[in-house]
C-alpha cells in the first residue's frame, strides 16, 4: 500500500519549535526543491501563520501563500484552519468564513484541514460546504484528547459526521502527542472500517510516542501521515520525515518521496535550525521528551506560550500551581481538548484563578463567551453552580451563535469604503484589526516619492522582489526599476544608478 507524507516543516514544526518565526526568505530559496520532493502535501499555511506575519514578522500573510504557490506549481499546499474561527481565536459570521476560504484557495491552497476545538460538527459545516464549492480538498481533523468523556466510539460517530458533510479525509489530529501506540492502532483500524475516506495521522513528540504510534498506524493502514524533515522534527513538533520514509519502506509499503530531495531541503532548514539557535528563538527545552504531558495534555505550543506569558507578568514561580490548576479548568468546561482557541482560554483562566487565590473569583471573558455557547457545545457537562452563576441558565442553545451573527465582511468593507482595501487587506482586518492597521501603515510609508512619480507597493513588482529588504540606495534602484518596467512595459532586471539622470 502507497503511505503519503505531509510535511510540515513550514508550518507546524515551524510553529512548535520556533514559535513560527521563520521569515519568508528563509525558505524561499528551497522552496523549489521542496516541489521536487513527492510529498503527498505541503503544510505551509495557517495555523499561527497569519497571526505571526503580522504580529512579529511584518509579512502580508497573504503575500506569503502567493509567492509559495508560485514556487511550487506542482505541489498540494495545505491549511491548518480552525473551524469558525479561521485563524483568530473567536468565532466569525459566516459571511467572512466563505470569504477567508475562497481567497485562501484562490491564492493556492489545495487542502484546508479544517478542525473544531470542540469537536462541534455545526462549526465546520459552513468550512467544509465552501472548500468544496471552491474546489479545494476539505480534510476533517478530529481533536484527539483523552478525558472521561471521550472514547473511540465517539470519535467514530464524529468521523462519520464528517464524512456525511463531505470531508475528503478524515485526519486524527494529536496536538499534545498523547495517543498511545496500542490507542492508535485500534482508532485507525476501527476508522478503516467505518469510514470510506483516507485516514491522516498527525501528532508531535512531545511525550516521545509518536514514533511507536506511527508504526502502529501504518500496521493499521494509515494513508498518510505528517512528519517534518530531521533538523525540525522531534520535541514539540513531528517525527522525522527521513525516518519514517524509512520505516515505510521496510514495512513493505511503497513511499513516493525523493529522499535525495528531501535531504537537501533537511540540509538548509539545519543552516536556519543554526540561526534560530544563534539567537535564542529556539529554546531547546522544546527539544525534550515531556512524559508529564501524559497527564497534563499540555500542548507544546500551549506549553511555551503559557511561560512566555507568565515570564511577562514576572510570575513564573507559580508556574507549578498553574499547571495543577489546568486539569480542574478543563474539567469545569466539560473537558475540551486543549487546542486553539479553548487552550489559550483554559491558560489564561488557571492563571487568573491562581493568580486571585479563589477559583472563578475573576472571570476573563473567554470563559464567559463559552458559557455562553459562542464557542458551541462542550463534549462533557461543564461545572453547572459555575455556568449559572455566570449566565444565569445551564443548559447550552442548541444552536449555532456564529449563523445569526451580523455579516462582518460587508461592515468592514463599508467602514473602510474610503480605502479602496482590497479582499485579503479587508479579511486580515477582520482577523488582527490593530495588527492589520499597524502592518498597512508601515507599508504604506515603505512606498516612496520620487520626483513627481508616487510609486506604491514596490515590493509588488515582480522584477523588484529580491530588493525587498534593502538599504536606500537599492530601494532606489527598486523604485527606479518599477518605473522604468511600467514604462516600458516588460520587467527590467537590473538597473545601474550612474546611468539614471531623473527629471523633476
Ligand atoms: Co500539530
Partial sequence: MKIGITETILRDANQSLVATRMPLDSFEPILNRMDKAGYYSIECWGGAVFDSCLRYLNEDPWERLKIIRKHMPNSKLQMLLRG????????????VVRKFIFNSVEKGIDIIRIFDALNDIKNIEVAVEETLRCGAEPSCAISYTVSPVHDIDGYLSLAKSMESIGASSICIKDMSGILTPDIAFELISRLKSTVKL???????????MAYMSYLKAIEAGVDVIDTAVSSFSGGTSQPATEVMIKVIQDHHNECHVNTQVVKEINEHFSKVKKDFIDSGILDTRVLECIPTTLIDQIPGGMYS????????????DRFDEVLEEIPQVRKDLGFPPLVTPISQMVGTQSIMNVLTGKRYQT??????????????RPPGKVNEELMIRLVGQKEFANKRLSKEMEPQYKLTKEKYADKNYGRSDLLSLILFPELTREFIKKRDSDNL???????KKVEQVESVKKYKKIDVEDKLKAVLIAIMSNYLDKPVSNIDLDEIYVMR
Avoid at 516619492?449 to 510609486?455: A, H, S
Fill in 198 to 208: 483516507p485516514i491522516v495521522l498527525h501528532s508531535h513528540c512531545t511525550t516521545g
Fill in 305 to 316: 506560550n503559557l511561560i512566555s506569558q507568565m515570564k511577562n507578568e514576572d510570575i513564573l
Fill in 84 to 95: 469558525q474561527s479561521l485563524l483568530g481565536y473567536r468565532h466569525y459570521s459566516d459571511d
Fill in 363 to 376: 472571570v476573563i471573558k473567554e470563559t464567559h463567551n463559552y458559557f455562553l455557547g459562542e464557542y458551541g
Fill in 449 to 455: 516619492y520620487l520626483g513627481i512619480y508616487k510609486v
